[in-house]
Nanobody, 126 residues
Framework: QVQLVESGGGTVQAGGSLSLSCSTS????????MAWFRQAPGKEREFVAA????????YYADSVKGRFTISRDNARRTVYLQMNGLKPEDTAVYYC???????????????????WGQGTQVTVSS
């Protein structure tokens, strides 16, 4: 059974940093596309960042480019999201997602991912 478990969320002041982790089990990460999405209250889920298959190419939403960094450690079966320069508008529940057969043109589409974590809350105060 494939499981994804996020951790590292919390509350931080604007300008601060947080590091999220997503630990996986039940499969090998080799060849998979890993991504982070987020959903703020009253808003639709949105793409944040992704590593396509084994990397090294990474992709970001314009709103986080230059502030967030996605990385992965296949040996540890973990994907990370380093978030710097946080803004109040980054407040959301952050989800990691995984897919084994995704094509590049679909990496920003949440519906294309087969597996999801339960989410971790990130709150940025002004």
């Amino acid at each position: 059974q494939v499981q994804l478990v996020e951790s590292g969320g919390g509350t931080v002041q604007a300008g601060g940093s947080l590091s999220l982790s997503c630990s996986t089990s039940g499969l090998t990460l080799s060849g998979t596309t890993m991504a982070w999405f987020r959903q703020a209250p009253g808003k639709e889920r949105e793409f944040v960042a992704a590593i396509f298959r084994n990397g090294p190419n990474t992709y970001y939403a314009d709103s986080v480019k230059g502030r967030f960094t996605i990385s992965r450690d296949n040996a540890r079966r973990t994907v990370y999201l380093q978030m710097n320069g946080l803004k109040p508008e980054d407040t959301a529940v952050y989800y990691c997602a995984l897919d084994r057969g995704l094509i590049l043109s679909s990496i920003r589409t949440g519906a294309q991912y087969d597996y999801w974590g339960q989410g971790t809350q990130v709150t940025v105060s002004s």
